[in-house]
């Protein structure tokens, strides 16, 4: 090693020539120039020598060796200027390549989810038997970010399913989001693919993939526009859910009172008989403490599905008491709500439970929710969830009021 490297680690980081712990290397004697700088510099954690409680000090030093003693020196606070003057010529060809790595490091991160969940249900079948079924999937996603420039960046999303109710294999690969996102002047932009919330809660009209442009201003009260397509799907349960929509959405607070409102209009919905859907809807919250509720009103003007008359109107009210949060082991939530939501008030809605999308997508459902969340560790959060559901209106073969009740439960792993 350099004399000058030690003794320019030294004084970045202010070492005098007074003595520290006992030296931890055999081949550093007591009496070496280097003696009282190497014990401060390996008692700071910066040098640790060759693992054979060597120093080594008479080895010559890669450079890969001084950019790591260099990093953790200016890791513990020192003089990033004596360093450079010391090594001006070193660190310049080195810094280049490192610098690079690091920015093009910082520039592009990878997190991602699994979701392990079992769901079991009992449908009516119009003739007062029950059937059973269940259904549990592993879904695997990962997010890709990427940072264009300081007002830009690019968000994708790879999601991975599995059938873990059968050994035949069955699992479906797509690359389900792809967006960017940023500013122009005071108005938020989001253009390309990704999950849209509409309605208000977890998506009372629509909580599904859409290829969109959306627009949004204000801080305080926040508007929103959209438009787009709502996006396909192999599944045949989404495949072709509806045409092109346009959204137009208003919120904001006022102390603890949360309001929210908004017009959706949507072209050609395949439940409808190819129907274009109007919906209205208005919503509030109030937090009293930990415990929140919530109520949203809404009103399509579809009112007939295959020559059946449908309601056109719905509600939905809700009791939330805290929540779990996956960063902070022992959290906990539980909540309850009551849906009355006619066929035409949703297009794809974005609770667990699939009896919404596939089984009462005619007719509408009315019926209740109940559940808890709790992390049990960080990053990993259980659900259990029971839920009580019937058909609204005719024109189904569960139109008659079988109940439909299902049990679903979770767990979440991020990282």
Excluded: C
Aim: aromatic share 10%; charged share 25%; glycine share 12%.
């Amino acid at each position: 090693m350099k004399k000058s490297l030690v003794l320019a680690m030294a004084m970045a980081l202010g070492v005098t020539a007074s003595a520290y712990a006992a030296n931890p290397f055999s081949d550093v004697p007591a009496g070496h120039w280097a003696y009282d700088s190497i014990n401060k510099l390996a008692a700071a954690g910066i040098v640790d020598g060759y693992g054979d409680s060597t120093f080594g000090g008479d080895r010559l030093m890669t450079r890969y060796e001084m950019a790591q003693i260099v990093a953790k020196a200016m890791a513990k606070g020192a003089n990033v200027d004596r360093l450079a003057a010391e090594f001006a010529d070193e660190l310049d060809s080195l810094g280049v390549r490192v610098a690079a790595l690091e920015k093009k490091s910082d520039n592009v991160k990878i997190t991602g989810q699994i979701r392990a969940h079992y769901e079991s249900f009992d449908k009516g079948n119009g003739s007062g038997k029950t059937a059973y079924n269940a259904t549990s999937v592993l879904r695997s996603r990962l997010w890709i970010t990427g940072q264009i420039n300081e007002d830009w960046k690019y968000t994708g999303m790879l999601n991975n399913e599995q059938n873990l109710l059968n050994d035949r294999g069955d699992e479906d690969t797509n690359f389900q989001r792809a967006f960017v996102t940023g500013r122009i002047g005071g108005v938020k932009v989001e253009a390309g693919r990704n999950n849209t919330v509409l309605g208000g809660g977890i998506g009372y009209i629509n909580s599904h993939r859409t290829d969109a442009i959306k627009l949004g201003f204000g801080k305080d009260l926040k508007v929103g526009f959209q438009y787009g397509k709502v996006a396909t799907s192999k599944s045949e349960d989404v495949a072709s859910v509806a045409g092109k929509y346009l959204a137009a959405t208003l919120g904001g607070e006022i102390g603890n009172l949360g309001l929210n409102g908004g017009y959706i209009k949507v072209d050609d919905v395949n439940k409808l008989d190819n129907q274009d859907d109007n919906i209205w809807y208005v919503g509030a919250d109030y937090k009293f403490g930990d415990v929140k509720l919530d109520a949203t009103y809404l009103k399509s003007n579809v009112d007939e599905v295959k020559t059946n008359k449908i309601s056109d109107d719905g509600f939905v009210v809700g009791l939330t008491y805290k929540g779990a949060k996956a960063a902070k082991a022992g959290t906990y939530g539980v909540y309850t709500k009551y849906y009355d939501q006619a066929a035409g008030t949703y297009l794809w809605h974005g609770m667990n439970t699939e009896l919404a999308n596939k089984y009462f997508k005619t007719t509408g459902f009315k019926g209740f929710m109940i559940g808890a969340n709790y992390a049990v560790a960080k990053n990993i959060v259980a659900a259990v969830e029971y839920s009580d559901f019937k058909a609204k209106d005719n024109g189904s073969s569960l139109a008659n009021g079988d109940k439909n009740k299902t049990i679903w439960s979770e767990v979440i792993f991020t990282f």
